[in-house]
């Protein structure tokens, strides 16, 4: 005669026998997703790889570079400098080489799974355990990314770049391009204002602009870039000649630091973020448990 316990027992065995086979599928079809996702982004940096080493890609963005620095109106000496290919290249092979490796670390995980499913039990422990460890690294990470942990040695490399490798309106550099193009779209100077630029070594602050017919050389005080700006970008214009070099909270946003206006722009999808951040890790839990259901039940 069956005892109550022994009852118990077989009736859970029983429900986690029925959920097995759903589970299956269901984890079959969300590893099929991931699997996509994880050749996807494998391909993706492959490309990019590939793309590195292509010069002709280069100057194409040399050019596009070029003609939206020339629409600011104010670059009126001479063409641009620093050809764009050697950052580019610096720039885009660690991208691709990241994006590679967590592509093809994705499929190595989905790839696990479908094992688990269909072979060896030993190895759908393993996947679970893989998966619980991603789970607790993606929660300590977006915990310090809101914490603002590490703010400080972030805005003090930012301080470096700025310091060692800014080189103004026409640089090609994408040491100069990147800050040019984040101050003019979010109105902003600098990390914490003009005075960021006060010990950069690459910067030429004597310049030639364009006033009505006439070409004067000033001293510049703040890059070009701080400058007030009408129009949308690229297509803008500065609107004081002499905003780089007599700046005013006017014409210029020079006392306006870009680390504050696009941390404020940001915090508008802070509950955006976190809500799709914890949804997705909700969905990471539910599909530990299924995980754990289906080990239970063999």
């Given at each position: 005669m069956i005892n109550s316990f022994e009852k118990s027992a077989?009736?859970?065995?029983s429900t986690m026998g029925v959920m097995t086979c759903p589970c299956k599928c269901i984890l079959g079809i969300i590893n099929g997703v991931i699997l996509l996702a994880g050749l996807a982004l494998a391909a993706a940096g492959g490309l990019l790889l590939a793309l590195a080493s292509n010069p002709s890609l280069a100057n194409t963005l040399k050019d596009i570079i070029?003609?939206?620095?020339?629409?600011?109106?104010?670059?009126?000496?001479?063409?641009?400098?620093?050809?764009?290919?050697?950052?580019?290249?610096?720039?885009?092979q660690p991208a691709g080489i990241v994006l590679l490796v967590v592509g093809l670390f994705i499929l190595a995980v989905s790839i696990l799974g479908y094992c688990g499913l269909t072979c060896y039990t030993?190895?759908?422990?393993?996947?679970?355990?893989?998966?619980?460890?991603?789970?607790?690294?993606?929660?300590?990470?977006?915990?310090?990314?809101?914490?603002?942990?590490?703010?400080?040695?972030?805005?003090?490399?930012?301080?470096?770049?700025?310091?060692?490798?800014?080189?103004?309106?026409?640089?090609?550099?994408?040491?100069?391009v990147i800050p040019n193009i984040l101050m003019i779209e979010f109105h902003c100077c600098g990390i914490f204002g003009y005075?960021?630029?006060n010990d950069t070594v690459r910067w030429n602050r004597?310049?030639?602009?364009?006033?009505?017919?006439?070409?004067?050389?000033?001293?510049?005080i703040t890059p070009i870039a701080c400058c007030e700006t009408n129009g949308t970008f690229p297509n803008v214009k500065v609107l004081d000649p002499y905003c780089a070099s007599k700046p005013n909270?006017?014409?210029?946003?020079?006392?306006?630091?870009?680390?504050?206006?696009i941390s404020e722009e940001l915090s508008g999808y802070r509950l955006a973020i976190i809500l799709v951040a914890s949804a997705v890790m909700l969905v990471q839990l539910i599909f530990i448990v299924m995980v754990m259901i289906i080990i239970c039940a063999d």
């Open positions: 077989y009736t859970n065995l070029d003609t939206v620095i020339k629409s600011i109106n104010l670059v009126t000496d001479g063409s641009t400098t620093n050809p764009v290919t050697d950052d580019f290249v610096e720039l885009i030993v190895i759908l422990k393993l996947y679970v355990v893989v998966l619980i460890v991603i789970l607790v690294i993606e929660v300590v990470v977006v915990a310090v990314l809101f914490a603002g942990t590490f703010n400080d040695q972030i805005q003090e490399q930012l301080q470096k770049v700025v310091t060692d490798k800014y080189g103004g309106i026409d640089d090609m550099s994408l040491y100069s005075e960021d630029f004597t310049r030639t602009i364009q006033v009505g017919d006439e070409s004067q050389t000033v001293q510049l909270n006017i014409s210029s946003n020079w006392n306006t630091g870009c680390w504050g206006a």
